[in-house]
């Protein structure tokens, strides 16, 4: 059973940092991607970044140079650096993974930036 638990959000300030934590179970440690993406308010979601087999990556444009995501294959755990953040960062972040044609999403973690 595949399963993603998002942690890490939290209110901070423009030009602030924050690394948020997806914990899965049930996908391939090092092999299954898993994605990022968010929702500002009255959005839809969107793409933020994904790391697949081998460590690619990919992000959204507006996240590149200042996000980073990466995985801990030994703590199931993929983390997403978000540095220097914006307001219009703001938003619910959730892991995805469609390994096995599933869908799953995580319940999402919040990020406000905000003075």
């Known amino acids: 059973q595949v399963r993603l638990e998002e942690s890490g959000g939290g209110l901070v300030q423009p030009g602030g940092s924050l690394r948020l934590s997806c914990l899965t179970t049930?996908?391939?440690?090092?092999?299954?991607?898993v994605d990022w993406y968010r929702q500002a308010p009255g959005q839809q979601r969107t793409f933020v970044a994904s790391?697949?087999?081998?460590?690619?990556?990919d992000y959204a444009d507006a996240v590149k140079g200042r996000f980073t995501i990466s995985r801990d294959n030994a703590k199931n755990t993929v983390y997403l650096q978000m540095n220097d953040l914006q307001p219009e960062d703001t938003g619910v972040y959730y892991c995805y993974s469609n390994e096995w044609n599933l869908g799953r999403w995580g319940r999402g973690t919040q990020v406000t930036v905000s003075a």
């Open positions: 790391i697949t087999t081998g460590d690619s990556t």
């Open positions: 049930g996908l391939i440690a090092g092999v299954s991607p």
